[in-house]
């Protein structure tokens, strides 16, 4: 992202959260406007997928620590700071973006130069999306000129996210790239192609190619982190009784689990290392018990429920909510 939308676009207006919004929230908050504006769930919709690339580009930002406080301070600054001549009403100039963004550092004499150095803290030139990585523009006053980003998107299928697959995507010119997806990217996800951009006009680096990802849901899987979640429905004898109940994984195959007897629903069986795999490491499998109720019974299975519930313990399992209640 180039640093003129740092200025003026409100991320957290996008998002519709407060500046104060922990971590947690803001995912959570995310998920839910992902599902509502994902291209998949509205095929056609040119306004839709705008508003998707809208909230993931702001996710995207305030998710990382990093890249949210910068944004904060650049925020802060207001957009007329950087184009106030010293002396304008209440302005330094540049002197007033170094003050606030530097942290007390003394502003740069060396003119543009040293301007753009100021931001350019690892090397690369100024924008995208935080200062230090370069989108193409000065990388230096005078310098040669980083070629233009190029930006590309593609959907993935949920196995593909989560053990990775080189794929091939159709560029600008119809030429076909490959792109190593790795395994676990999530759902808005961005990779950079370095130098593979348009070419610099004078001699320059070339930019980058930067494709963003959108996940398909998974009918039965979803992520959590690094872990995979699902829900596991089993019968009331299994809960009740105890059982030995087998459970899909993604990808591979089925693991068996052990219901113990009295088994509510909403528990979580934990399968150790059979979540997404990357190179940080693994998750796991999190399976959610839910108990089945059974919608038609003949007679005789009817009976026998009937003659359960006299002989069942007369305790209320609403007593202790209804004390809570008062």
């Given at each position: 992202?180039?640093?003129?939308d740092?200025?003026?676009?409100?991320?957290?207006?996008?998002?519709?959260?407060?500046?104060?919004?922990?971590?947690?929230?803001?995912?959570?908050?995310?998920?839910?406007?992902?599902?509502?504006?994902?291209?998949?769930?509205?095929p056609?919709?040119?306004?839709?997928?705008?508003?998707?690339?809208?909230?993931?580009?702001?996710?995207?930002?305030?998710?990382d620590?990093?890249?949210?406080e910068?944004?904060?301070?650049?925020?802060a600054?207001g957009?007329?700071?950087r184009?106030?001549a010293?002396g304008?009403g209440?302005?330094g100039?540049?002197?007033?973006?170094f003050?606030?963004?530097g942290?007390?550092?003394?502003?740069?004499?060396?003119?543009?130069d040293?301007?753009?150095?100021?931001f350019?803290?690892?090397?690369?030139?100024?924008?995208?999306?935080r200062?230090g990585?370069?989108t193409?523009?000065?990388?230096?006053?005078?310098g040669?000129q980083?070629?233009?980003d190029?930006t590309?998107?593609t959907?993935?299928?949920?196995?593909t996210a989560?053990?990775?697959?080189?794929?091939?995507?159709?560029g600008?010119?119809?030429?076909?790239?490959?792109?190593k997806?790795?395994?676990?990217?999530s759902?808005?996800?961005?990779?950079?192609?370095?130098?593979?951009?348009?070419k610099s006009?004078?001699?320059?680096?070339?930019?980058?190619?930067?494709?963003?990802?959108?996940?398909?849901?998974?009918?039965?899987?979803t992520r959590?982190?690094?872990?995979?979640r699902?829900?596991?429905?089993v019968?009331?004898?299994?809960?009740a009784?105890g059982?030995?109940?087998?459970?899909?994984?993604?990808?591979g195959?089925?693991?068996?689990l052990?219901?113990?007897?009295?088994?509510?629903?909403?528990r979580v069986?934990?399968?150790?290392?059979r979540?997404?795999?990357?190179?940080?490491?693994?998750?796991?499998l999190?399976?959610?018990?839910?108990?089945?109720?059974?919608?038609?019974?003949?007679?005789?299975?009817?009976e026998?429920?009937?003659r359960?519930?006299?002989?069942e313990?007369?305790?209320?399992?609403?007593?202790?909510?209804?004390a809570?209640a008062?």
């Amino acid at each position: 992202m180039a640093s003129q939308d740092w200025f003026d676009k409100d991320f957290y207006k996008v998002l519709g959260v407060d500046k104060s919004v922990s971590a947690a929230d803001l995912k959570k908050t995310y998920r839910k406007l992902a599902r509502q504006y994902h291209p998949d769930s509205n095929p056609g919709d040119a306004k839709a997928e705008a508003k998707f690339k809208e909230i993931s580009e702001a996710y995207s930002v305030l998710n990382d620590p990093e890249q949210r406080e910068e944004y904060d301070q650049i925020r802060a600054m207001g957009s007329g700071a950087r184009f106030s001549a010293p002396g304008a009403g209440g302005g330094g100039g540049f002197d007033d973006v170094f003050s606030r963004f530097g942290q007390g550092r003394q502003a740069p004499s060396g003119g543009f130069d040293d301007f753009f150095t100021m931001f350019d803290e690892q090397g690369g030139g100024f924008g995208s999306g935080r200062f230090g990585q370069t989108t193409g523009g000065f990388r230096g006053f005078g310098g040669p000129q980083k070629g233009a980003d190029v930006t590309a998107r593609t959907t993935l299928d949920f196995v593909t996210a989560a053990k990775g697959e080189t794929i091939t995507l159709a560029g600008e010119d119809n030429v076909p790239f490959k792109v190593k997806i790795p395994a676990g990217v999530s759902d808005g996800q961005k990779i950079r192609l370095r130098g593979r951009g348009r070419k610099s006009p004078d001699g320059g680096e070339s930019g980058d190619i930067v494709v963003t990802v959108a996940v398909r849901p998974h009918p039965v899987f979803t992520r959590d982190g690094l872990n995979l979640r699902l829900t596991v429905p089993v019968t009331f004898t299994e809960a009740a009784l105890g059982a030995t109940i087998e459970v899909p994984t993604l990808g591979g195959d089925p693991v068996r689990l052990r219901v113990a007897p009295g088994t509510p629903s909403g528990r979580v069986l934990r399968v150790k290392g059979r979540g997404i795999e990357t190179a940080k490491g693994s998750g796991d499998l999190l399976a959610e018990v839910q108990v089945a109720v059974p919608t038609h019974l003949d007679d005789a299975a009817r009976e026998a429920l009937e003659r359960f519930h006299e002989l069942e313990p007369k305790e209320n399992p609403r007593a202790d909510l209804m004390a809570k209640a008062r």
